[in-house]
């Protein structure tokens, strides 16, 4: 990989975690604004929606998490210059998987493989 590449796969994941985060702060406030908010729901139905409401932004919020947290780990991978290689056969990852998924750690085979093993747990 090119140090052209790096860059531009750095500035990609940058990117990536200023818009997730800004995502994550939004729902955070939503769902907090909801559980501690002064109006409590006058009927059943309203309950139900709010909790809806309320659990599908924590479950979104729990995913951008986890995605921020990947991204954060790619950066690491660019600073120690392990990036853009599998992390479990260390061969180097393609970059038409690393243009959709620009924080990948495993190649698509190794991926599949794990998925595989999960599925089998
Ligand atoms: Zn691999």
Same mark, same amino acid.
């Given at each position: *990989?090119?140090?052209?590449? =790096? ?5 990609? @994941? @940058?990117? @990536? +975690?200023?818009?997730?985060? #800004?995502? !994550? ?11 501690? $908010? ?5 009927? *059943? !139905?309203? @309950? #139900? ?9 924590? $479950? ?10 990947? =991204?954060?780990? !790619?950066?690491? +991978? =660019?600073?120690? $210059?392990?990036? $853009? ?11 038409? +998987?690393?243009? !959709? =998924? ?5 190649? *698509? ?11 089998? +747990?």
């Amino acid at each position: *990989m090119t140090e052209e590449e =790096i860059v531009t796969y750095r500035k990609r @994941l @940058l990117e @990536l +975690r200023k818009v997730l985060q #800004g995502d !994550a702060s939004n729902l955070a406030d939503q769902a907090l604004r909801r559980e501690t $908010g002064p109006h409590l729901p006058m009927h *059943m !139905a309203d @309950l #139900g929606t709010d909790t809806f409401d309320q659990e599908f932004a924590l $479950g979104l919020l729990q995913n951008e998490e986890a995605e921020i947290r990947e =991204i954060d780990e !790619a950066l690491e +991978r =660019i600073s120690d $210059g392990s990036f $853009g290689h599998c992390e479990s056969c260390s061969h180097p990852i393609p970059a038409s +998987r690393l243009e !959709a =998924i620009p924080y990948a750690r495993l190649c *698509m085979q190794c991926k599949q493989k794990e998925e595989e093993e999960a599925r089998h +747990r």
